[in-house]
């Protein structure tokens, strides 16, 4: 039974990646895709996400959105993927993208949903997500649920104390915590169990694929080793938020309360609250483990199957 998908992000390395499981998965049906400036400018994250689209033939819309946060400036992460955003990975151009704006597209498919049908996966800064939302509040009663890859238990990525995503756009991803709806939480505590290292490239490598697959092995072995693993690989970030609607049994998890900073240094911080000492009533479920041996086989044998 696949489930309606509406996906935003900023490709963005991860991003690609995801994009191509969740095209490849039967358990989601991908309906749009928007695109926000993060990981580079949206002037690069737009042609990006209809690149990895295009190489894997895929005919559904894509569109782009906010090219700056709700609050504050633009900032991006071209040290992790490269200016051009996807490690310097060059794809045949794709279509063009659809006309309109993020927004209005997201609240357009929303308004004509049945309640509770359409699952939202955010991969990048929340803006798009929010600005629909908040545009519109009742339409939060026509999604299922919210999937972000964003946030951290502990330490950040873009800050000590704010995971990149998070600290883009705090305002937006607190309008998302806020709206009512089930809201799963991929952090970088998650995200850290599934590292790509060289012998997971060439496992990928050795699996019969088309381009998909080839541009896939690419982007990962593009990625730079991060030294918070001894430089023993990347953390993959974007794909096990995808990998969640696919396979929920590779995951444990537990309901949290949890919510965002968005003020003074620790802006983008995410408060989450594990053991429910707050006594706020939980908002959200926090991934918390992750087989990844099983993700990267998933992930290998669905991008295997893409042309
Ligand atoms: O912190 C990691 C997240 O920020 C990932 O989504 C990556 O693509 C960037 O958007
Ligand atoms: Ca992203």
Redesign the pocket.
Known sequence: MSRPVLLD???????AI?LWLALAAPEIDLQLVTVAG??VGLERTLPNARAVLGLAGAALPVMGGADRPLIGVFRS?TQ??GMDGLGGVVLPEGPPAAPGLAADAIRERLRTAAPGSVTLVG???ATNFALALATEPALAGRVAEIVL??GAVGE???TAAA????A?DPEALAILLGCGRPVTLAT?DL?AQALVTPERIAALRALKGGACLHACADILAALPPSRRFGHRGA?L??PC?VAWLVAPDLFTHRAVAASVVCEGPDRGRTRIDRWGRSKIPANARLLETLDAEAFFALLGAGIAGLR
Do not use: K
């Open positions: 992000c900023d490709p963005g390395t991860d991003d995801a993060g990981n992460e992790v993927h991969l990048g800064p890859m964003t950040g990525n873009w995971e990149f995503n998070a883009m970088l995200t953390p970030h974007d938020a």
